[in-house]
């Protein structure tokens, strides 16, 4: 299956401050996946980035608060930005794995931010 | 009505026993349905997926499928310590769209 380096795995950030999460996956893909996932709670897609596109955003995250790079069919960046405490959260990135005999969605190993 | 709905357990078993996790779905055009395991603190990893009415089995887990009554489960035989962890479902229609979990917890 397809390998995704995540990373920073952690950060603690100031209010106010923002943050950049990059995706780097080991074999190209057409769309990369961004989701949220807050304390105790389940996965909630952010957005679908395409490669030579403007990513799409689902209901409730915005462009402004959330921008997205997606400069190759192998790598995507996510930024946090003007962060708040409601955004402590785990973020993952996730692709479409096509690989092998149980096709399903791959997940990068998260990057766990706390805001103070 | 969730999209996408689990009983938050926790589900407690015996070592040994068959752990049954079920999930149940709203948008009856779904087509792909898949099985992921979350340890505390990582990120999910992919058990099975399935498409089709019926049984899918593989080693220790079997999945199954019935798209009329909009439910999908998932069986663990011979439950050990180790998969003691949040089994999230998740149904893609348009989108992959995940279940809020199943904490199991799986007793010496």
């Known amino acids: 299956s397809a390998v995704i380096s995540q990373k920073p795995s952690r950060d603690i950030c100031q209010r106010g401050t923002s943050l950049t999460i990059q995706c780097q996956v080991d074999?190209?893909?057409?769309?990369m996946f961004w989701y949220r996932q807050q304390p105790g709670q389940s996965l909630t897609l952010i957005a679908t980035?395409?490669?030579?596109?403007?990513?799409?955003?689902e209901s409730g995250f915005v462009i402004d608060k959330f921008p997205i790079s997606r400069p190759n069919l192998t790598f995507s960046t996510l930024t946090v930005s003007n962060m708040s405490p409601e955004d402590s959260s785990i973020y993952l990135c996730?692709?479409?794995?096509?690989?092998?005999?149980?096709?399903?969605?791959?997940f990068g190993s998260g990057t766990r931010l706390t805001v103070v | 009505q969730k999209e996408v709905e689990q009983n938050s357990g926790p589900l407690s078993v015996p070592e040994g026993a068959i752990a049954s996790l079920n999930c149940t779905y709203s948008?009856?055009?779904?087509?792909?349905f898949f099985w992921y395991r979350q340890y505390s603190g990582k990120s999910p990893e992919l058990i099975m997926s399935?498409?089709?009415?019926g049984d899918k089995e593989d080693g220790r887990f079997t999945a199954q499928l019935n798209k009329a009554s909009q439910y999908v489960s998932l069986l663990i035989r011979d439950s050990q310590p180790s998969d003691s962890a949040t089994y999230l479902c998740?149904?893609?229609?348009?989108?992959?769209?995940f279940g809020t979990g199943t904490r199991l917890q799986v007793f010496p």
């Open positions: 996730s692709v479409e794995d096509l690989k092998g005999a149980n096709y399903g969605y791959t």
């Open positions: 074999s190209q893909v057409t769309m």
């Open positions: 980035a395409n490669q030579g596109s403007e990513a799409t955003y």
């Open positions: 948008d009856r055009g779904s087509q792909s």
């Open positions: 399935i498409y089709s009415n």
């Open positions: 998740a149904v893609k229609g348009g989108k992959l769209i």
